[in-house]
């Protein structure tokens, strides 16, 4: 009986010995992200500022000159001011605006600062709703 289970060991043995384990299979790499276009006027700084204070006053109007749908409809044209895309070159940078802006619904909207930054644009707080 012994006998019998070195050799049932032995042949196990060899057996996992000349069998060689799976190859891993490798993915490719991924492929590189995918960097937004360059900004053309990236080096002027004054075109720049320009263009963060022309889409600012955009926004502003359209926040507190507006409620409701006629809000949302102006702030869907935010695209069609004179250099927008230099100062917000996605969208995703206007989406706390546009959440807090539909969110309001009818409530009327408040300018609580506008101040300077240091590349030359401004930044704005509004506040949205009727108890402030």
């Not at 590189?32 to 889409?55: F, I, K, N, T, Y």
């Not at 409809?73 to 539909?102: F, M, N, Q």
Request: aromatic share 6%.
């Amino acid at each position: 009986v012994l006998v019998l289970v070195l050799v049932l060991v032995l042949v196990l043995f060899v057996l996992f010995q000349t069998t060689s384990p799976p190859q891993p299979q490798y993915l490719p790499p991924p492929p590189p992200p995918q960097s937004p276009p360059p900004c053309p006027h990236l080096g002027d700084l004054a075109l720049h500022a320009r263009a963060c204070d022309a889409v600012t006053d955009f926004l502003i109007d359209a926040c507190m000159g507006h409620t409701g749908p006629a809000r949302a409809a102006r702030l869907a044209t935010w695209a069609s001011v004179p250099l927008a895309r230099i100062a917000h070159p996605r969208e995703e940078h206007l989406l706390p605006l546009l959440v807090a802006a539909a969110a309001a619904g009818e409530s009327p909207a408040r300018l609580l600062r506008r101040e300077p930054t240091p590349l030359g644009a401004s930044r704005i707080d509004l506040i949205f709703g009727a108890g402030y």
